[in-house]
């Protein structure tokens, strides 16, 4: 199974760029969605085949993950900052977890 990951952006560009490079070449990662809150910098796909941007020109706060995550084509589902770099291998065990039971939400660093 595949997932989509959605990456809320604000201002690292630098730290996105790499992050969805990285992710681009997971064989688990079917999309990534990047989703740039920050209207005074544009976001590009930097030519990456799996990435899609979204340049708001509002807003949205923490609800951006929930707009992007309707845009998702894969029913599996990640949410990632851009200051976070998960390993394939994480996120292959997350998906796993997804699909063993998909009631259920999972976390990298688990609930708090």
């Excluded at 952006?9 to 990285?22: F, G, T, V």
């Excluded at 809150?37 to 708001?56: C, D, E, I, P, R």
């Excluded at 998960?86 to 999972?106: P, T």
Aim: with cysteine.
């Amino acid at each position: 199974m595949k997932c989509s990951v959605v990456i809320l952006a604000w201002n690292r560009p630098e730290n996105l760029k790499y992050i969805i490079s990285q992710y681009n070449d997971y064989s688990v990662i079917g999309e990534i969605i990047v989703w740039n809150n920050n209207k005074n910098q544009f976001v590009t796909a930097f030519g990456l085949s799996k990435v899609k941007v979204l340049n708001s020109n509002t807003d949205f706060g923490l609800g951006s993950r929930f707009l992007a995550a309707n845009l998702c084509v894969n029913r599996c589902v990640i949410v990632n900052d851009d200051d976070l770099l998960l390993s394939e291998g994480n996120i292959k065990a997350l998906v796993d977890h997804f699909v063993r039971d998909h009631k259920r939400i999972y976390t990298y660093e688990g609930r708090k």
